[in-house]
């Protein structure tokens, strides 16, 4: 089992930033890709970015590209998500996943979620 905590969400102006932070336990992370989506109110889950573990293949929403960095600390089994010139469609309910193979943009090929950080962007 893994278990994900996210932090770092908050209320922020557009054109501002913040860092979202993923904390996984719960097993060895050395072959885990990790993800994060997000979720508007009356939207589908969203593909933000993901990461692999070891190798650090990145790949990124269209939505996102050039303004939102995932990064990955292996030592302290984290993931951040930094969040720059943040936009109201932005808004969203931000969740971090976990799976056990590579990079997919495919929320249900993931097996474990956190339960999920609000960020809202102010007009």
């Known amino acids: 089992q893994v278990q994900l905590v996210e932090s770092g969400g908050g209320l922020v102006q557009t054109g501002g930033s913040l860092r979202l932070s993923c904390a996984a336990s719960g097993r060895t992370f050395s072959s885990l890709t990790m993800g994060w989506f997000r979720q508007a109110t009356g939207k589908e889950r969203e593909f933000v970015a993901a990461?692999?573990?070891?190798?650090?293949?990145?790949d990124y929403g269209d939505s996102v590209k050039g303004r939102f960095t995932i990064a990955r600390d292996n030592a302290k089994n984290m993931v951040y998500l930094q969040m720059n010139s943040l936009k109201p469609e932005d808004t969203a309910v931000y969740y971090c996943a976990a799976r056990s193979y590579g990079v997919t943009k495919v929320n249900t090929d993931y097996d474990y979620w956190g339960q999920g950080t609000q960020v809202t962007v102010s007009s």
């Open positions: 990461i692999t573990w070891k190798v650090g293949r990145i």
